[in-house]
């Protein structure tokens, strides 16, 4: 049976470049970094190379990159320096949106706790933002604005230069969370006024647990991980050097490709889009101009996301629903909440997300099993056959 992985969003298949990359740091340049002899230096200057090729990519300094564990890790250390920053000037106001990644809300959550105020921008026009939202919600004691580039589950992509110049203007430090944009988006930190931004190497055909925080130089980081002085004393521990190689060797290549990947994606997508909108009582999540090239994500009135994944994956199609969150909670997922959906209908959400590994005929196989299987689901709902017999209205 044809399988169709389309699950790219929660992170993405390797590529044999990224790989190939990394093979060299382990096979020869096994050094530590920090050494002084020559395996040590050697692999030292392996890992400039990287950085200095990262930087290139996002169109900043070397120094301006600082390696992490991945995306969650940057997003933290990004915003609990800004806030530390923010507090010393007693300024305790942030100003983020209501459908970020748990890697940005749950560390503001915790600020809240110790005394920060955070304006959650809402979500429910377009799906998105405006960069005027971002300009009225801005106070005097504002000191961080934290707004994702692109959205993971419904794949809006944010005005960021826009907000970025807005930020520079009130001299307010600003922080995006670019995990699904980097690699997929064509991206300069310089000319879109961004001062931090984190990135995470599987989202773009590199391997997993590396990520990177660039960081505009003058803007003081605070530790997350103390010990020895690498990542200039900023993130301590030994660098995960095969990683940041095939990290680095991912990104160039996507970059490198990212005029064609973005269109033979964007019309997969569009594809797929145009035939799931035939089936009764749905809704696209997320804005349909402004949207990430991979990203399709729908509200079915009347089934359960889960059941939908499951009886995807038994006909070979692996997706992702927002309303299951691996905490196993039964709570809807937070962005589709703030986009608006009612509790029932978020709850019957699917995000099939692309990469240019996807082909033609794999979206003909979507296009066949998936209204198949939500008019099955329908079939056996008590909550689709009280909107038949008119005891629940439709909502979609
Ligand atoms: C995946 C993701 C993260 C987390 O990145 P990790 O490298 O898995 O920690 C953060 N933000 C967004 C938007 C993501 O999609």
Request: hydrophobic share 40%; aromatic share 4%.
């Amino acid at each position: 049976m044809l399988q169709v992985y389309a699950d790219n969003a929660a992170t993405t298949k390797i590529s044999a470049t990224a790989l190939n990359a990394m093979m060299p740091a382990f096979e020869t340049y096994y050094g530590n970094p920090s050494s002084l002899h020559s395996v040590g230096q050697d692999a030292k200057e392996l890992l400039e190379d990287a950085r200095g090729r990262l930087a290139k990519c996002l169109g900043c300094e070397a120094r301006e990159i600082y390696f992490t564990s991945g995306g969650s890790e940057a997003d933290n250390q990004a915003i609990l320096s800004a806030a530390k920053m923010g507090e010393k000037k007693g300024k305790k106001h942030i100003i983020s949106t209501a459908f970020e990644h748990h890697a940005v809300l749950h560390v503001l959550q915790k600020l809240e706790k110790e005394g920060f105020e955070v304006t959650y921008l809402d979500v429910k026009t377009n799906h998105n933002i405006t960069p005027l939202d971002v300009k009225n919600a801005l106070r005097p004691d504002t000191c961080l604005v934290t707004v994702m580039y692109a959205n993971n589950e419904i794949g809006s992509v944010l005005p960021i230069a826009e907000i970025g110049a807005i930020c520079k203007e009130a001299g307010v430090p600003f922080h995006t969370d670019g995990v699904q944009a980097v690699g997929h988006l064509a991206i300069d930190v310089k000319k879109e006024n961004i001062d931090m931004l984190s990135l995470s190497g599987h989202k773009f055909h590199g391997p997993k647990g590396v990520g990177a925080l660039y960081c505009r130089r003058g803007l003081p980081l605070t530790n997350l991980i103390d010990g020895g002085a690498q990542e200039r004393g900023k993130r301590a521990g030994t660098e995960n050097l095969p990683a940041i190689c095939g990290m680095v060797a991912a990104l160039e290549e996507s970059l490198a490709h990212l005029e064609e990947n973005s269109a033979k994606v964007t019309s997969l997508r569009d594809k797929l889009i145009a035939g799931l909108s035939q089936i009764p009582h749905c809704a696209l999540n997320g804005d349909a101009i402004n949207r990430l090239p991979g990203n399709v994500s729908f509200c079915f009135e009347g089934i359960e996301g889960e059941s939908l994944l499951l009886l995807l994956d038994m006909k070979g199609v692996q997706a992702s629903s927002g309303s299951a969150c691996t905490s196993g909670s039964l709570d809807p997922s937070h962005v589709l909440l703030a986009i608006g959906r009612v509790h029932d209908v978020a709850h019957g959400s699917l995000r099939l997300s692309l990469s240019e590994y996807n082909t033609e005929e794999e979206i003909d196989h979507i296009l066949t099993v998936v209204p198949e299987v939500v008019s099955y689901l329908r079939s056996i709902s008590p909550v689709w056959r009280d909107l038949q017999t008119g005891k629940r209205t439709f909502v979609l």
